[in-house]
């Protein structure tokens, strides 16, 4: 319970409270899926806790551990067909999107709009905001900051998002650039300057965090970022980085596991669901980078094509507690992780933020 997120879930909770975001049937369905989880049942609550949705896994940073200098996304499934092979880009059909925030609007505490890519490329990020900011549902985003301007800052604010996380990795532009080759962190340092005068302009609740990526190569900036986020009133977390890809500063491709998690059945099975943009339902943020995977059907949009392949689910209700979801959980349950070839490399615990 006490992670080093604590408090700022803790301070997410206060301002979906006070933006009149929690009802009874979230309450519900929380406590619901908690006794589920610690029980182990193999049904949960009607609906997941939280929902992310690709919008688009397109990117204007390209991060090393991420995609290539083109900008192609890595596959991390080391049993894909061709070892060249690429993650397939797109974006969501609004339709989509609305579709699913329509069904479990009054269920799910956190309906959140992002997962791979940069959520400020999708075109239709207002109507997204709107949409979520009109059916009273608790949102959060996360972006690499260069397209927090003017026109998005008062976005997230009119539309009353409730945090907004921000990802950097170095105070200056040539550090920061090692791991986000297009990233520009003065613009960035700029746009957060221009956020903390709106939010008290407007005397928001927004929470905003600002997540500085650690490696050997940026340690001597922490302090530097960790003093502008104080001066500016914003949160300030630290994630180890991710040293894929990173062979030539002289890291070790692979993170060392901080702990062993392979016989601990994941929480996200009974609370959270993750839609990729094609409308595939995804047991976590991990599996859509990661190409044939165990997912639980494809929810279609009114007017798309459909792949016949696919095993179209009429709604979330449909398959929350279906056969797939079921035998997920009961692998985890009783022969851990490693039987699935995702999990069994996966060493998350808890439902936190994706890094
Ligand atoms: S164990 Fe890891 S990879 Fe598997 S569903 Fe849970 S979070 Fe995702």
Redesign the pocket.
């Known amino acids: 319970m006490f992670t080093k997120y604590f408090s700022i879930k803790a301070k997410i909770l206060i301002t979906l409270f006070l933006n009149g975001k929690i009802n009874f049937k979230k309450i519900f369905n929380i406590v619901y899926s908690s006794i589920a989880y610690n029980f182990k049942l193999n049904h949960s609550s009607i609906f997941p806790v939280v929902i992310n949705m690709e919008l688009s896994n397109k990117c204007n940073e390209r991060c090393v551990f991420c995609r290539d200098a083109k900008g192609n996304i890595f596959d991390l499934n080391p049993d894909k067909e061709k070892p060249d092979e690429f993650i397939k880009k797109g974006r969501m059909e609004f339709d989509i999107f609305s579709k699913i925030v329509n069904e479990v609007k009054n269920h799910s505490l956190l309906i959140i709009p992002y997962v791979n890519g940069e959520p400020f490329i999708y075109k239709h990020i207002d109507k997204v905001l709107k949409l979520l900011n009109k059916n009273k549902s608790g949102s959060i985003l996360s972006t690499n900051g260069i397209l927090l301007n003017e026109k998005h800052i008062n976005l997230i604010l009119d539309e009353k998002l409730d945090q907004i996380k921000i990802h950097v990795s170095g105070f200056t532009n040539p550090i920061h650039q090692i791991e986000h080759r297009m990233g520009d962190v003065e613009e960035i340092k700029n746009n957060l300057i221009n956020l903390s005068n709106k939010i008290k302009q407007q005397k928001s609740r927004i929470v905003v965090m600002i997540d500085y990526i650690l490696y050997d190569h940026n340690k001597h900036e922490l302090e530097l970022f960790r003093n502008f986020a104080k001066n500016l009133n914003f949160n300030f977390s630290i994630r180890p980085g991710n040293p894929f890809k990173l062979k030539e500063l002289g890291y070790k491709e692979k993170k060392q596991p901080e702990i062993d998690a392979s016989v601990i059945a ?1 929480e ?2 009974w609370k959270v669901l993750t839609v990729n943009w094609n409308g595939d339902l995804l ?2 943020c ?2 859509v980078v990661w190409s044939k995977t165990y997912g639980y059907g494809t929810i279609a949009s009114d007017n798309n094509n459909l792949d016949q392949n696919k095993h179209i689910v009429p709604n979330i209700k449909s398959i929350w507690n279906g056969a797939k979801i079921i035998e997920m959980r009961k692998i985890h349950t009783t022969t851990g ?1 490693k039987t ?1 070839p ?2 069994a490399g ?1 060493n ?1 615990v808890g439902v936190e933020y994706k890094y």
């Open positions: 994941c996200w099975l047991p976590c991990d599996y992780r699935i995702i999990c996966c998350r």
